[in-house]
């Protein structure tokens, strides 16, 4: 089954590296299908039923997106609150289970450096830390949450070779989902 990546990017046309993943899962049609909600919904007004076929038709589950104020976009947090509700998502009680297994994980760029991160960086807290709420998410939902994938440092203008290794790196790591 294709890995279904849920790319919310408000400003896709402008990006560097967000654009760059997705051209890169573009060109394997078989393993992954690259849903836009920006594109999908340019009124922010989200068909729940459609986007549950949608994760139902595929295997696992990425969400792509920049780390934006320590979190993902608006659209996205919607997306979640309206898409992945109970009963539909959760298996107890009397839930449909739809996310019970089913293999999760978040790919996120992040402007800031990686050395900005952690206790003793400018941020106090890992990447790891600041995109917990998502783990937490999934495993109320019993989903196969997998750890993130992350390119730091994405308002520095990394080099053109940094921006194709963190494409094929993206690629290996969505290929195990």
Not at 86 to 110: L, T
Not at 141 to 147: A, H, I, L
Request: aromatic share 12%; charged share 25%; proline share 6%.
């Amino acid at each position: 089954m294709k890995t279904l990546v849920v790319l919310a990017h408000p400003c896709l046309g402008k990006s560097v590296i967000n654009k760059r993943w997705k051209e890169e899962l573009e060109k394997h049609p078989d393993k992954f299908f690259v849903h836009d909600l920006y594109g999908a919904y340019p009124d922010g007004k989200i068909d729940a039923d459609s986007e549950r076929k949608l994760i139902e038709k595929h295997g696992g589950l990425i969400l792509q997106f920049p780390f934006y104020w320590f979190g993902s976009p608006s659209l996205l947090k919607k997306w979640m609150d309206e898409v992945l509700t109970p009963p539909w998502a959760c298996a107890a009680p009397e839930g449909a289970g739809n996310m019970v297994g089913r293999k999760v994980a978040i790919a996120v760029s992040a402007g800031i450096e990686e050395k900005d991160y952690g206790r003793t960086g400018r941020y106090k807290y890992t990447l790891e830390e600041l995109t917990s709420p998502f783990e937490a998410t999934f495993a109320y939902m019993d989903s196969d949450y997998k750890p993130m994938f992350s390119l730091c440092g994405t308002e520095y203008s990394p080099s053109s070779d940094d921006i194709e290794k963190s494409a094929a790196d993206y690629l290996c790591f969505a290929s195990q989902i």
